[in-house]
Nanobody, 127 residues
Framework: QVQLVESGGGLVQPGGSLRLSCAGTGFPLDYYAIGWFRQAPGKEREGVSCIDRSGSSTYYADSVKGRFTISRDNAKNTVYLQMNSLKPEDTAVYYC????????????????????WGQGTQVTVSS
């Protein structure tokens, strides 16, 4: 069964860090580009970051550039999102998604570019 499983969320103080993981089960994650999205209460889901199959190309939303880093370890079938200098406005449920690279790279922020989605992990930034 094809599944994406996120982990690593939690409660952190402003200025703190978290590392989210997205593990693929039932399929090889390196066949796909992987995106991270987030959805805050009352807001639409938005693209945060994306990484191509090899890890050589990465993309970021302006709101997280310089603070978040996406990476992948294809040997572990896992993609990571390192989040530093967290702000209260980063509070959201974070999702990872897998999509065919040729389609994803045309516009990585669009939800319909992705075939598989995880269940999400909550990130709360608060003092």
């Amino acid at each position: 069964q094809v599944q994406l499983v996120e982990s690593g969320g939690g409660l952190v103080q402003p200025g703190g860090s978290l590392r989210l993981s997205c593990a693929g089960t039932g399929f090889p994650l390196d066949y796909y580009a992987i995106g991270w999205f987030r959805q805050a209460p009352g807001k639409e889901r938005e693209g945060v970051s994306c990484i191509d199959r090899s890890g050589s190309s990465t993309y970021y939303a302006d709101s997280v550039k310089g603070r978040f880093t996406i990476s992948r370890d294809n040997a572990k079938n896992t993609v990571y999102l390192q989040m530093n200098s967290l702000k209260p406005e980063d509070t959201a449920v974070y999702y990872c998604a897998a999509g065919k690279e040729a389609l994803v790279v045309t516009d990585w922020v669009l939800n319909n570019r992705y075939d598989y989605w995880g269940q999400g992990t909550q990130v709360t930034v608060s003092s």
